[in-house]
């Protein structure tokens, strides 16, 4: 009965890989998971074991194009907007990190006499860039090996990932929090605190326009004292950032331009943080109920994804500065980036990929959202014509090569769909009406297909992954301590000597340089601050691009 499922109908144990993988990366011991991607290929390399699996090539090459494809697609406007003098630095240290990583996986692979297969692997788990397994399959298809040589090949990609990604992960997560600040002298929390100050004094010395929200109403005023003044003169006094947001005179609008004149008796819709317009009152009038003043000016709160290039590496304040009286009635509650909130400060600065959660009332946030990006919707439909036009692109793009020697140099689909998924975010950047993908969509692409991409390598090349851990095993836990390791010091010592960024936000860079959100959390909570968040976003970017296009590289100078 086995063994007629796994001839007739091998997706049960893709599937069935899929979910006990993903069950089994979310168990946490002493507070660490070891991740879905990880557990999937164990379990698959198990299930591999009770028989020979067939898995067709061309799912393997949709599932591992949806995944690098959205990868590309979410990076893309924020890898382009960082090609630029206002975080070169940032780039640089990427390049650094993913640069060492691939010397040092050459060198160990020669002082190891390893072959493409395992170097791929090597790479791929002690960079933590699982991608990195797909791109070097598809280069090692590219040799023109027989099937068993192939698959052998395959089997050991999938074996020096297992046995490297575990440790690698774990090193990022002790390394970015605590092994980098000593390696830096610093003390993590004490110069979280400094930085803190610094961005609260550099915010200090600003005019008070920054965008932060408290909390915010709208109250209703009938205008006695404030009578004779212009919008201007009331919304000053009142401070705060507080804007008249209507104005109602014998039953008629009356556009609140700051020049307009308040007029006796004229009922006033006052906007803005609490503590400010609690005292309205005595600057405009008494308080009224205001039920049909306030009908037609609803207030809203919405989450804007930060797409203007023109906005990436600008402080809060820079961004208040360039858009001055458009940001009249707008408010920033939180900020996030990766899912992790942001300190608010004037010397913040926003990149592209960023989540704002803005608060104002209808007229001024219709205003505001379209110069930043977007607003996410819940409720958004992917397009499917626009992913699918897409990846048949980057596929195709795939299939072109370069021989260099007698070697063909190819990006191989995974490159290609990785290519298109660069340009088409990028378009969708620059024109938000043509291939929305949103955010929930994004993650069920890339975690269906990577997830089913591992699944498929390792039920696929089970018994050769088992026999290649078997043979180089201890050899590449060794090897896997040295690759992690070598980039992440070499990469702290340059960007702390050589670009002189704050060791804060070059803890929060090394883990967006090695892609592990989890290292930014730890950091977090050593430093008790948020400020590490600001240094992941550019290196994020830059290294999901560069780190998956080492798999052709190796296979090409090692075969």
Not at 481 to 501: C, D, E, N, S
Request: hydrophobic share 50%; with cysteine.
């Amino acid at each position: 009965m086995l063994q007629t499922v796994i001839a007739k109908a091998p997706e049960v144990f893709l599937l069935l890989s899929i979910a006990l993988g993903t069950v089994l990366g979310k168990v946490r011991i002493k507070g660490f998971a070891i991740g879905g991607t990880a557990s999937i290929l164990l379990v698959s390399v198990i299930l591999g074991q009770f028989g020979e699996f067939v898995i067709p090539g061309i799912l393997k090459s949709i599932l591992f194009g949806m995944f690098v494809f959205t990868i590309g697609y979410r990076s893309g406007p924020e890898f382009f907007a960082s090609l630029n003098v206002r975080t070169l630095g940032q780039v640089a240290l990427a390049v650094v990190i993913g640069g060492t990583g691939l010397i040092a996986v050459l060198a160990t692979a020669y002082l190891l006499k390893l072959d493409a297969g395992t170097a791929s692997g090597l790479a791929a788990g002690a960079l933590t860039q699982s991608s990195v397994i797909g791109t070097a399959s598809g280069a090692l298809q590219e040799l023109g090996l027989d099937a068993a040589a192939l698959k052998t090949a395959q089997g050991n990609v999938a074996a020096g990932y297992a046995v490297t990604y575990i440790t690698g992960y774990i090193l990022v997560l002790v390394f970015v929090p605590y092994l980098a600040p000593r390696l830096m002298g610093v003390d993590l929390k004490a110069a979280a605190e400094k930085l803190e100050e610094t961005l609260a004094s550099g915010g200090e010395k600003q005019s008070g326009a920054n965008l932060l929200y408290r909390k915010f109403q709208a109250r209703s005023h009938q205008a006695t004292k404030g009578a004779g003044q212009t919008v201007a003169e009331i919304e000053a006094r009142i401070g705060r950032r507080s804007v008249v947001e209507r104005i109602l005179r014998k039953g008629e609008d009356v556009e609140p331009l700051p020049d307009t004149v308040l007029q006796l008796d004229d009922e006033v819709l006052v906007a803005g943080p609490t503590a400010a317009i609690l005292h309205a009152d005595t600057i405009v009038g008494p308080e009224t109920d205001g039920e049909e003043i306030m009908r037609k000016v609803p207030g809203e709160a919405k989450e804007v994804l930060v797409e203007n290039p023109d906005l990436h590496g600008l402080t809060l304040q820079q961004i208040v500065d360039r858009f001055g009286s458009e940001l009249r009635g707008i408010f920033l509650r939180s900020l996030s980036r990766r899912g992790l909130d942001v300190p608010i400060t004037p010397e913040t600065r926003i990149y592209v990929g960023d989540v704002m959660t803005v608060v104002g009332h209808g007229r001024d946030m219709s205003r505001i959202v379209p110069m930043v990006g977007e607003a996410l919707a819940s409720g958004d439909r992917a397009d499917i014509a626009y992913l699918a036009g897409g990846l048949a692109v980057g596929l195709a793009v795939g299939l072109l090569s370069i021989a260099v020697g007698s070697v063909p140099l190819t990006l191989g689909g995974g490159g290609g769909a990785l290519v298109a998924g660069l340009v088409c975010g990028w378009l969708r950047s620059r024109k938000p009406i043509i291939g929305n993908i949103p955010p929930a969509a994004q993650q069920t692409l890339i975690d269906i297909g990577l997830g089913g991409f591992i699944a498929a390598i390792g039920l696929a090349n089970g018994p050769a992954a088992v026999q290649a851990i078997q043979a180089n095993g201890v050899a590449l836990v060794f090897a896997g301590f040295f690759v992690t390791l070598v980039p992440m010091v070499i990469g702290t010592l340059f960007a702390h000597r050589v670009l002189k960024m704050n060791p804060v936000v070059i803890c929060g860079a090394l883990a967006g340089a090695m892609t592990v959100d989890a290292a930014v959390t730890g950091a977090c909570e050593v430093a008790e601050s948020q400020t590490p968040v600001l240094g992941v976003a550019v290196p994020y970017a830059v290294a999901n691009v560069f780190l998956t296009m080492l798999g052709p590289i190796i296979v090409a100078t090692l075969s």
